[in-house]
């Protein structure tokens, strides 16, 4: 008789125990499954944020070797491509008033270094922007501000020229050609791998937006609100 008790005993603590274990385990499994569903939506979120936020890398060296005119200031800025593969580098070397300036396009990791553009300005300034890359990395744009006026260029990122034997396109010239009554105020990035924003204001104070196709320089109005 005590022998049955004892074991009915010794059978309902295992069940119990059996019991516990799985529930443990369950409860174990469902935060495991919750805390993976969480880091893959903040993984999928974090690289959203980095394709519309593109790398923008600026360092600033002084030179200490002394040319004619002053002592020269070496500065580079980098932007990398959406998708984090290419680069584009600006070399800005400064003289007194006189800036020179080497444009770069490569691999992040070094490889395949591009020379597309160089230029000389007196009382001028060139400039990256943060969405200077097209979407599929065939083409990048540029600025060059000098007194009042500010151009922009756009470039084949493989630092070939465009099938009619132009090395950029220059986009101010372009729009000025398409007779449209308004002002080119400045060129916000890129739409689609092919088509740049262009904000301009009209005589009459209107706000317009357009698309500027590359490479067929293709002006595309867009609705205005």
């Not at 919750?34 to 890398?57: A, H, Y």
């Not at 070397?93 to 020179?100: D, F, K, P, Q, R």
């Not at 791998?193 to 595309?220: C, D, Q, R, V």
């Amino acid at each position: 008789m005590l022998i049955e008790k004892l074991t009915s005993v010794f059978d309902t603590s295992i069940l119990i125990s059996v019991g516990f274990s799985l529930r443990t385990f369950a409860i174990i499994l469902l935060v495991g499954f919750v805390v993976g569903i969480i880091l893959f939506f903040w993984s999928g979120q974090k690289k959203r944020e980095n394709l519309q936020n593109p790398l923008f890398i600026q360092t600033k060296v002084q030179g200490s070797d002394t040319q004619p005119g002053g002592e020269a200031s070496k500065e580079t800025t980098e932007v990398h491509s959406p998708d984090g593969k290419m680069k584009i580098s600006m070399q800005e070397t400064l003289i007194g008033e006189i800036a020179s300036y080497v444009f770069l396009v490569s691999e992040i990791s070094g490889g395949n270094n591009i020379e597309i553009f160089s230029k000389t300005l007196t009382n001028g300034r060139m400039e990256l922007s943060k969405n200077s890359w097209s979407p599929d990395n065939k083409y990048v744009f540029l600025r060059e501000k000098e007194s009042e006026q500010t151009q922009y260029y756009v470039f084949r990122a493989d630092g070939n020229a465009f099938s009619n034997g132009e090395k950029h396109i220059d986009v101010v010239s372009v729009f000025e050609s398409k007779k449209t009554g308004a002002v080119l105020s400045d060129v916000t990035g890129w739409d689609s791998p092919t088509l740049l924003h262009l904000l301009t204001n009209a005589k009459s104070g209107e706000e317009m937006n357009y698309w500027f196709e590359i490479p067929s320089k293709a002006l595309i109005r867009l609705a205005s609100r």
